[in-house]
Each structure stands twice: as structure tokens, then as C-alpha cells.
């Protein structure tokens, strides 16, 4: 007999999240997607009328699912009805669907569903109705409007994105599920903190996944009727490793900071956009951005181990990873700056990331390193000289690089620079003058041999242990004794040591530390 394969997606959910700079409406909009495969998904299924015993819920991830049916007329109903509800729970938000009939083995028809669903993506969908001219629209999402909200036309996603702000969902697998009267707030300034100079938007993305799932899909053409239970466990260990790392950071930075009590609007200086499985996107204070990523990246690869053996172990997969790790990109910007555009740098910046390490992995032979990348965007234009890739040398064919990383934490990173050697070398940059630490950055991208002259100089005018500190720190990295300004591949750190300075990671008591 016969079962039936109904999957689904939604599309774009980054696009739908981001669609308003309000903070308000991005979490409320995070929250329903977050909730849609959980417990709409599992309201709509009882509504159905449809027992436990008719159906296996293999997958449900944020905007996606997979239902297997035992019969036919069931999963037609569900797939007839379910674009409609989910236009009434979450309006705007597209999904793509296929319903398979498993007629061999489930993992074949998890592969072809796949497919179609991938196919499915490419199908423009029209927005209905069609929003004609003499219609008000909002004007920040240029969508119809639905209702007045105070002094602004708003539309039907961003009221409903509204009705689920107050939810707390994300926060709760954040924290564990109990806040114990912790405050979080709504406004991207307060998070910023009392100077809102900088906020980081940070979005980290597990590495490896596909190869995981290629091990599963071998398993599973010699073990097909162990498909449900599988995809189950998988499913399962994933999304356990994604919220205890999440969790982890939380409580080593977020907290411990809120406890120390230096956000003056008493506030947890973060809010979570999206925590789904190896996905997360967090708004973090700027001087809590690289603690809080390190935390995570570091407690994702213990956390992962820990979730495939409890989860994985038993079934005997072959050539299955001891663990997970991740990547993630780091966008400075100001709490003014167009949240989409700075979604946007960090995500590019995570991809950048995850291309470098897949490579380095390769070369070891090893698991990828959880690493990152970070920008800061200090005018309305990203890629501004303060952030800019490299400069020309006159007379030279090459370029400088001001982009020294990806930079590694973890177990896995010895090939790559690690961060907490960038750290050093940003701590040892507290004892020298940021005018000229700052006019060698600038120099370095227009003159290699005046650099070269510029910091012999600063060595002889400072201090001879800071002196010797900071070219230790610089070889550290670049591995270029001879000139410790840039690596055999141009590539120089001292404009991401300059960064990390400036968003304060370093301790302030800048007389102990030179005194030391």
C-alpha cells in the first residue's frame, strides 16, 4: 500500500522578516515563522480531523515541513487547504509544496520531492490581489494598507507581524525557557546602547550540512524502513545544537553583561531574528559582537557532538561526523543604517567565510573551521575606504588586502588566523598612538615601501616591550618576520585590529596594560 510524501517551504523568509526596519516587525514576523511548522502546523493537522496514527511528521524545520501520509485523501486535503491557511496566518510569506507518492523507499521520495521543491523556487507567484492605484499604501513597505496605526497606514503583514511581537518564543529557547524577569527590548537604539554609535548584526550558518545528509541518504538505501526514525533524529540533533549554542552565549555574554548592570536602559543588549537549527541571526551591541559570536561558534561544535551521539550514534551510519561547526559574518553599522542592507553585508560575509574555510578543510583534510569575517560600515556606503577590500600599490600589480581573516576559533582552525591573535594584537595597539596607527593603515594602501618606512619609525619612537609585543603580535598572523605588516598574500591585519579596538573589545585600563 501506497503512502504519500506532502513537503513544503516557504520562500524568501529572509525577505519577508526584513521587509520593514522595525524592529518590532521583524521579530513579530520571525516569530510566526518560527511557529508555523509547530503549532499552526500541528492545529491544522488536528483541525483536519486527522489522528496521530494516519500520519509521521518527519521534518519540521522554520518554513518547512515534511508529512508522511498513510492515506491518500488526507494528504490531498492537506495540500488543497494549505497555501490558504497559511496566507491567513502569515500574509505575504510564499510557499512552494509537492506531494509524492511513495511508492519504493521514502529516501527516494524525499529526494524527488526535494527536487521539485528546488524547482518550485524559480516560479514567480503573484502577489493577489493586485494592488490598484487608488489604493493607500504603507509607506514603508509600499504594500497595501489595511489599517490606521497611529500615524502611519499600515498593511496586513506588518499588522499581523505586529499582533506577534509580544510573543517570545526565540528569547525562550534562548534563555532556556525561563527569562526570570530579564528585560528585552524592541528598539534597535536601546540595544545600541546610551552612545548608539554601533550595533552588530551577526548571522552564523552550520557548514557541512549537505555532506551529513548525503551519509544519511547512503544509510538509507541499505536501511529504507528506518527512514522516519532518521530523519527524525536528524532533524532533531540539529535543532538541539543550534538552541543549546545559542544558549550558551547567552548566558557566558548576554546575561553576565545585563547582570553586571552596564546597559543603562537595564536591557539585554541583543535580540535574536532568527534561531532555527544551524541558522542564526542575532542584533547584538557592538562591544558584545565578538564574545557573544565566539561563544556561539565555540559552543556549536560541543554542542553538536554531544546532539549526533545522542541522537545519531545508534544507527550505525557510516562515515557519519563526530560533530558540526559553523561560519558567520559581522556587520557594524550604525542603529540608523537600513537593517536589510546590514542582513545583507553579514550574510555575504558568512558566505565569504564559508568558501575560505570549505578550502582550508579540504586542504586538512579535516572538518571546515567554525571562523568569521567582520565589516564595519561607518558612512551610508559599504564598501567605503574604511572597509575596502585593498588599494592599488603604484607601480606593483597586486593589491593590499585589508582583510586579513577569515579568523578562527575552535578546535579546527590552524590553518587560518586566529582570533584571539587578532585580539592580541588589538590590545597591544592600546599603547601606541592611533593617529599614526591609523596613518600607517592609510599608508599601507598607497605606498608599500613608505609603510615600511613608516613603521620602522614607529617602532624606534615606542616603547622597546610595546615595540616587541606588537611585531610578535603581527608575525602571529601574517607569519612575516621580515615585514610584519602584511602576509605573503598582501593580506595585512592591522585595519581588523584597528576595528576590534575601536568597538571596544579591548580592556579599557590602557595604563595597566602598557605598564605590564
Given amino acids: 500500500m501506497s503512502q504519500w510524501l506532502f513537503s513544503f517551504e516557504a520562500r524568501e523568509i529572509q525577505r519577508y522578516i526584513l521587509r520593514s526596519d522595525k524592529l518590532k516587525e521583524m521579530v513579530g514576523a520571525s516569530e510566526l515563522v518560527n511557529s508555523l511548522c509547530n503549532e499552526f502546523l500541528q492545529d491544522c493537522l488536528d483541525g483536519f480531523s486527522i489522528v496521530s496514527d494516519r500520519y509521521s511528521l518527519l521534518t519540521a524545520a522554520a518554513g518547512g515541513a515534511r508529512i508522511l501520509f498513510n492515506e491518500r485523501a488526507d494528504a490531498e486535503r492537506v495540500a488543497a487547504y494549505w497555501p490558504f491557511l497559511v496566507d491567513r496566518y502569515t500574509p505575504g510569506l510564499q510557499v512552494v509544496q509537492v506531494l509524492v507518492e511513495v511508492s519504493g523507499s521514502l529516501s527516494t521520495a524525499i529526494e524527488e520531492a526535494g527536487e521539485r521543491l528546488r524547482a518550485g523556487r524559480n516560479r514567480i507567484q503573484a502577489t493577489l490581489p493586485e494592488v490598484g492605484p487608488l489604493v493607500d499604501r504603507n509607506p514603508r513597505t509600499g504594500l497595501a494598507a489595511a489599517s490606521e496605526g497611529g500615524e502611519d497606514l499600515v498593511d496586513r503583514q506588518s499588522l499581523r507581524k505586529r499582533e506577534q511581537s509580544g510573543r517570545r518564543s526565540l528569547v525562550a529557547r534562548m534563555t532556556g525557557g525561563s527569562s526570570n524577569g530579564v528585560s528585552w527590548s524592541d528598539d534597535l537604539g536601546k540595544i545600541a546602547g546610551s552612545e548608539k554609535q554601533y550595533l552588530a548584526v551577526i548571522h552564523a550558518d552550520g557548514n557541512d550540512l549537505g555532506r551529513l545528509v548525503i551519509r544519511l541518504y547512503k544509510y538509507l538505501d541499505k536501511n529504507p524502513a528506518e527512514a522516519q526514525k532518521v530523519f527524525n533524529a536528524f ?214 615601501e613608505q609603510a615600511k618606512t613608516d613603521y620602522r619609525r614607529m617602532m624606534q619612537v615606542a616603547e622597546a616591550k610595546t615595540a616587541e609585543r606588537f611585531q610578535a603580535r603581527l608575525c602571529a598572523i601574517t607569519k612575516n618576520v621580515e615585514m610584519p605588516l602584511w602576509s605573503g598574500e598582501r593580506q595585512s591585519p592591522l585595519l581588523d585590529a584597528h576595528i576590534v579596538r575601536g568597538m571596544k573589545i579591548a580592556t579599557k585600563t590602557n595604563n595597566r596594560r602598557c605598564a605590564s
Fill in 235 to 448: 532533524s532533531q540533533a540539529v535543532r538541539d545544537a543550534g538552541e543549546q549554542s545559542a544558549h550558551e552565549a547567552y548566558e557566558k555574554v548576554l546575561k553576565r553583561d545585563y547582570d553586571a548592570g552596564k546597559d543603562v536602559f537595564r536591557c539585554i543588549a541583543a535580540r535574536p531574528i532568527v534561531l532555527g537549527g544551524d541558522d542564526m541571526t542575532m542584533v547584538v551591541r557592538a562591544d558584545l559582537a565578538f564574545d557573544f559570536t565566539t561563544a556561539y561558534l565555540e559552543a556549536f561544535e560541543q554542542a553538536s557532538e554531544k546532539s549526533i551521539a545522542h541522537h545519531l550514534s545508534g544507527y550505525g551510519i557510516e562515515g557519519l561526523p563526530d560533530r558540526l561547526t559553523a561560519c558567520a559574518g559581522i556587520a557594524f553599522v550604525k542603529p540608523s543604517y537600513p537593517f536589510a542592507q546590514a542582513y545583507d553585508i553579514a550574510e555575504d560575509l558568512c558566505h565569504q567565510t564559508k568558501n575560505t574555510a570549505k578550502l582550508v578543510g579540504k586542504r586538512d583534510g579535516e572538518y571546515v573551521p567554525s571562523s568569521f569575517l567582520f565589516r564595519r560600515v561607518t558612512t551610508g556606503i559599504a564598501d567605503e575606504p574604511d572597509s575596502a577590500d585593498g588599494c592599488a600599490d603604484p607601480g606593483q600589480e597586486q593589491l593590499f588586502n585589508f582583510r586579513a581573516g577569515p579568523y578562527a576559533v575552535g578546535k579546527h582552525g590552524r590553518k587560518l588566523a586566529a582570533f584571539s591573535d587578532l585580539q592580541q594584537l588589538a590590545d597591544t595597539l592600546e599603547c601606541l598612538s592611533t593617529g599614526t596607527v591609523r596613518t600607517l593603515i592609510n599608508t599601507i594602501g598607497q605606498n608599500a
